[in-house]
């Protein structure tokens, strides 16, 4: 109810609109948009032209932007602010648990956890940083924002609440950026997850999915009449976690036709599956798992495939296992009746097309009509403190993989 009452709220205030920047200062906030979900090839089909025309004009990726590994929401959406890749800002999957704190488990629904600093103060995202230079920020429900990282929170936010609509969301946001020029944010974020949603429930390539996608179109040329109306050029950056690829109960693989049940212990199911072998039969689920099987490959923790750049943190458990592209890695037990899968999954090998990410660039400290050859989603955090003239620390992506999108 709170938040719904900011949104109709925001909304009277957007239609209001704020004072017009000054010619002498024009307010230029960076905005970064985040749409979950959002396969890079989604804008072939013609169902998008307020983003198609910001990527025709502005900077796009070559591809569409590679995504960390695992190709999963909050691993992606907190490398993507922090330029960290999940092995090292510690958000190792949507659900994590850790040896220093027992019997405390992350997992996206457990708002206790989502709020608490512990599991995201390995990363400094940008609007942490932004903050500690002093600069104003606005989160909207950018994953990993409802917790005081490293003590700091943002200027404003709310936390996260599904039913807002999209539209809803982008009133909110207009809200915060017709505030007066001594509260106005600097840096700004908004999420939409409704696209990701939509392809988990439907698939990527159902009408249901493209209907979605329409519709979030439509809400990011709401923002952009928005940031007209209010005379604010705002540089934009629009990104995605990861794409999402069609699955079927067709195409499962059984670790416990593999194993015994009762042998490990499984912390995630699904593209990616984790376990921990029980005490003392380790030697039998190494021999029955590792290596590559049928749909499906399976390492040590610290043997992952560098490329992958996973395997080092404590908190990933002890075998990792990926499937084939529109494959599963499951247990009878979880999925007890496969022809109830249906839809679409991510979270596969990130040199996957179909995991392929948007990212789109448009303002006018960016470069108009450019593609950048090789974007991965470490890259997103250099640019964006570049954009805020921000001396940001140093991340696993590099500055000069984005030069190429900054305007000469």
């Known amino acids: 109810m709170l938040v719904r009452l900011l949104a109709s709220l925001a909304f009277a205030a957007a239609l209001a609109g704020g004072s017009p920047a000054s010619a002498q200062e024009p307010y230029r906030p960076v905005i970064l948009i985040g749409i979950d979900g ?7 089909r013609g169902l998008t032209p307020t983003l198609s025309r910001l990527a025709q004009e502005g900077v796009q990726a070559e591809g569409g932007m590679r995504p960390s590994w695992p190709s999963v929401t909050f691993p992606n959406f907190y490398t993507l602010a922090t330029g960290l890749h999940p092995d090292h800002h510690g958000l190792v999957y949507n659900t994590i648990t850790d040896r220093d704190l027992p019997g405390r488990r992350f997992s996206l629904g457990n708002r206790a956890e989502v709020m608490d600093r512990v599991w995201y103060d390995a990363g400094e995202p940008i609007w942490v940083t932004a903050m500690n230079a002093g600069l104003r920020t606005a ?8 917790a005081p990282i490293r003590g700091v929170r943002p ?9 807002v609509p999209s539209l809803a969301r982008v009133n909110i946001l207009l809200a915060w ?6 509260e106005r944010p600097q840096l700004a974020t908004l999420y939409f997850d409704v696209l990701d949603s ?8 159902a009408p249901e999915t493209d209907a979605v996608l329409s519709d979030v179109d439509a809400a990011v040329k709401a923002l952009l009449d928005g940031l007209a109306k209010q005379g604010v050029e705002a540089n934009l950056v629009i990104v995605a976690d990861h794409g999402m690829a069609p699955i079927s109960g067709e195409r499962l693989v059984f670790l416990d036709d593999k194993v015994a049940a009762d042998a490990f212990t499984v912390t995630a199911h699904g593209p990616v599956a984790t376990l921990d072998p029980k005490p003392g039969r380790e030697a039998e689920v190494e021999a029955a798992l590792l290596g590559r099987s049928d749909h499906l490959e399976c390492w040590r923790r610290g043997e992952i495939p560098p490329r992958l750049a996973y395997g080092t943190n404590p908190r990933i458990p002890a075998i990792v296992c990926l499937a084939e592209t529109g ?17 679409g999954a991510h979270g596969y090998d990130n040199a996957s097309e179909e995991m392929r990410a ?9 470069a108009r009509g450019a593609t950048l050859p090789e974007m991965d989603s470490v890259d ?7 954009l805020l003239d921000l001396s940001a620390p140093a991340g696993d992506g590099q500055a000069q993989d984005t030069e190429a999108a900054m305007a000469r």
Do not use: C, N
């Not at 200027?155 to 039913?163: A, G, H, I, V």
């Open 38 to 44: 959002f396969r890079a090839d989604y804008l072939d």
């Open 139 to 146: 989160t909207l429900f950018w994953p990993g924002s409802e």
């Open 155 to 163: 200027t404003y936010w709310l936390p996260f609440e599904q039913t």
């Open 177 to 182: 950026l017709s505030l007066p020029e001594a």
């Open 198 to 205: 939509a392809g988990h429930k439907y698939g990527p390539d």
């Open 327 to 343: 494959w599963m890695a499951t247990t009878h037990e979880r999925t007890p009746d496969p022809a109830r899968i249906r839809g």
């Open 358 to 366: 948007l990212f789109i660039a448009h303002g006018p400290d960016l």
């Open 380 to 386: 997103v955090q250099p640019l964006l403190a570049r």
